[in-house]
Antibody, heavy 120, light 107 residues
């Protein structure tokens, strides 16, 4: 059974940094591209970032470009999101999600999410 | 960037009704479109990919159609457990934008 478990969410001050992790199990992690998707309280889904199976290509939403960095460690089966220069509008539940392919695609499995709150 | 819109933003229908949600892309995306269901307080769930392919385990009352810029999600007989917000997402190319969502409840 595919399991994705996010961690690292916290309350952080504006301008601060945070690193989210997503531990994958029950799948050949290094075969799949991975997404981060976020959802602000009471709002819709917002795509944040994607990394290809080998980490060779990354994509970002304009709202986080230059501040967030996605990475992965295929040996550990883990996905990461380094979040710098955090803003109140980054407050959201952050989900990691698996694609069915190595380079792009929709999200066929989702984690439960980890909550990031940016507030002074 | 390609923009995604959905209509309506919300709807209320009776059990057994046929429900149709529309998703529109500002440029053609072939059939690189997925639909998700998010029940209140729950994780989003993939319903349909490639515009019309039902994900394994999804009830057959859900169907998707469309190609290019215009897509629809249809629930042929609305059930109480279908109360949720439905999102479309393009995956033709980055950014992999979601639509704003359509909230469905029971009248």
């Amino acid at each position: 059974e595919v399991q994705l478990v996010e961690s690292g969410g916290a309350v952080v001050q504006p301008g601060g940094s945070l690193r989210l992790s997503c531990a994958a199990s029950g799948l050949a992690f290094d075969n799949y591209a991975m997404h981060w998707v976020r959802q602000a309280p009471g709002k819709g889904l917002e795509w944040v970032s994607l990394i290809t199976w080998d980490g060779g290509t990354t994509y970002y939403a304009d709202s986080v470009k230059g501040r967030f960095t996605i990475s992965r460690d295929n040996n550990l089966g883990s996905l990461y999101l380094q979040m710098n220069s955090l803003r109140p509008e980054d407050t959201a539940l952050y989900y990691c999600a698996k694609t069915p392919g190595g380079y792009t695609g929709y999200a066929d499995y989702w984690g439960q999410g980890t909550l990031v709150t940016v507030s002074s | 960037d390609i923009q995604m819109t959905q209509s309506p933003s919300s709807l209320s229908a009776s059990v057994g009704d046929r429900v149709t949600i529309t998703c529109r892309a500002s440029q053609g995306i072939s059939n690189f479109l997925a639909w998700y269901q998010q029940k209140p307080g729950k994780v989003p769930k993939l319903l349909i990919y490639s515009a019309s392919t039902l994900q394994l385990g999804v009830p057959s009352r859900f169907s998707g159609s469309g190609s290019g810029t215009d897509f629809t999600l249809t629930i042929i007989s609305l059930q109480p457990e279908d109360v949720a917000t439905y999102y479309c997402q393009k995956y033709y190319s980055a950014p992999f934008t979601f639509g704003p969502g359509t909230k469905v409840d029971i009248k």
